[in-house]
């Protein structure tokens, strides 16, 4: 069983920048891909950052310039630097990865921390 936790979420003021970080453990054979998604209040769940692992990356057009995603792959975690932070980035994060193990390869989720942008 793989688990994914997530951590860094909270309260900041617009402008202000947040680092989330995610850390998967269990029975780990490799990840490859892992990413961030984000799901506002009363709206679907959408990619916010996306990481393989060769370091190659791709972001939602709204945070490119903003957002920062990487990867420590010896430590099977993910983050996700987040500056010059907007209202409108207020939502459930979720942290993302494709893990392999003993044959298996399978999508798992964390269970989401809560970024608030608000003065």
């Known amino acids: 069983q793989v688990h994914l936790v997530e951590s860094g979420g909270g309260l900041v003021q617009p402008g202000g920048s947040l680092r989330l970080s995610c850390a998967a453990s269990?029975?780990?054979?490799?990840?490859?891909?892992m990413g961030w998604y984000r799901q506002p209040p009363g709206t679907q769940r959408e990619l916010v950052a996306h990481i393989t692992n060769g370091g190659s990356t791709t972001y939602a057009v709204s945070v490119k310039g903003r957002f920062t995603i990487s990867r420590d792959n010896a430590k099977n975690t993910v983050y996700l630097q987040m500056n010059s932070l907007k209202p409108e980035d207020t939502a459930v994060y979720y942290c993302n990865a494709h893990v392999s193990s003993r044959g298996y390869t399978w999508s798992t989720w964390g269970q989401g921390t809560q970024v608030t942008i608000s003065s």
């Open positions: 269990g029975s780990i054979d490799s990840i490859t891909a």
